[in-house]
Structures are given as C-alpha cells and as structure tokens.
C-alpha cells in the first residue's frame, strides 16, 4: 500500500528532526500553544502509541492514547514508539480488508477506514515536525524535504484539506484553529500549515528562549 510507505517516509523525516533535540531544549516554546517542547513531544509519542493500538483493534481504550514522558531521550522514545507503529500498521494493512480503526480523540471516534486513519496520522506526524523544527529555530530543511517529494506532498495536503473547517470544528479547545489565508505562490507545505490554522511564519527565532535555553538550527546542524 503506498499509503503506508508514505507513511513511513513521514516518521523518518519527523525523526530525523526530533534527533537534534536537546534535552535543555525541551522548555522551548512551540507552535502549539501552551505547549513547551516537552509536552508536545510526550504528545507525538502517546499518538505513534494510540495509532499502534487502534491498528491492533484496542484503539477504543482511551488510556492507550495519554501522553508518554520523553526523560532525558527524546529522539529515543520517538524512534522506539514510530517504529512499534510503522510495525503494526503493516500487519493491519496486510488484510486483505484492513479493520476500521477507532480513534477516540478524533471527531466521533469513528471507527475509521484504514487508510483514513493512516492519512491521519501522516498529518500529524509532518505537522507536529515542523512543530518541533519551528522551536528550534528553522524549519526549512524539513518543508524542503516534504516538497522534494510530490506523493508525500500530495498526501499532506489532501490529510490538510480533509479536516472539517466549520466554526464549531475549530478553535481554542480544538485540535486546530480557523483557516488561514496566505499569498497565490506559498509552497505547498505552508498551505497545508494554512490550513490547519498554523501560522506558517510562526517567529519562534525572534523570541528569547525560555530559561536560556539554547537554540538549534536545525537547516544547519544535520
């Protein structure tokens, strides 16, 4: 299923941006608000932990989906946590008839078609990555890598426009904020930013960090 291949490109390239985090970087601020580095990281983690679950038919149980502390490792427990996913996510696919997957977190919870949920999750993954490359300073390697890609690109953006865009879907509280509008030319990884209610100029690198805590430049330190 290319799908899953896309997929697993997705958690690769998130990784690859999760490795240059410091532990003293965890107190930076990010693009989701009200979330330190740290939080956001615990989140993405508890995610590839849910996503494995609901793959194997325990997606319902809400205790699958909390948070999971990163300690001093954070690149770490990404890793081990993406490859569990990317694992159980073949054996569901290999179905003949892959199971829907129940997604308590999502909407109704669904249960949703297989390859509804995996696109779900390619969204989070390169979103919540450029998340965590804007709290270190630059994101443009990873937008650069997304873009060389046209599938991956594709399949970001129509996860991106698939969100429901009503007033009652968005919002504090809600996993996203309304659509924003951006100029005729922005690239096709700022758009699906856009659409999700991200700000895709979002300055972190005009901020002090928190406590001192030093910055990478993530464009210049792989």
């Known amino acids: 299923m290319r799908l899953l291949e896309l997929h697993t490109r997705s958690l690769e390239l ?4 999760v490795d240059t985090v410091q532990p003293e970087q965890l107190v930076l601020a990010t693009p989701c608000a ?3 580095l740290r939080r956001l990281l615990e989140h993405a983690v508890g995610q590839h932990r849910g996503f494995a679950a609901a793959a194997l038919g325990a997606g319902a149980d809400l205790a699958r989906w909390r948070g999971v502390p990163v300690h001093g490792d954070p690149a770490g427990a990404f890793r081990r946590s993406a490859e569990r996913l990317t694992a159980a996510f073949a054996t569901a ?3 003949a008839e892959p199971a829907p997957l129940h997604l308590p977190e999502i909407g109704d919870g669904g249960p949703f078609p297989f390859e509804r949920a995996v696109g779900f999750h390619l969204l989070d993954t390169l979103v919540h990555a450029w998340d965590v490359a ?4 630059s994101p443009a390697r990873l937008v650069a890598a997304v873009e060389a890609e046209p599938p991956l690109t ?10 429901p865009a009503a007033a009652g879907a968005r919002g504090p509280g809600r996993a996203f904020a309304a659509v924003r509008t951006v100029p005729d030319g922005t690239g096709p990884f700022d758009r699906a930013l856009a659409l999700l209610g991200r700000d895709p100029s979002w300055p972190a690198a005009a901020r002090p960090a928190p406590d001192g805590a030093a910055r990478t430049d993530f464009a210049k330190s792989r």
């Open 14 to 17: 998130a990784a690859t941006v």
């Open 34 to 36: 009200g979330w330190p």
């Open 93 to 95: 696919g290999a179905a």
């Open 134 to 137: 804007a709290a270190l300073g």
């Open 154 to 163: 594709g399949a970001l953006l129509t996860a991106a426009g698939a969100v």
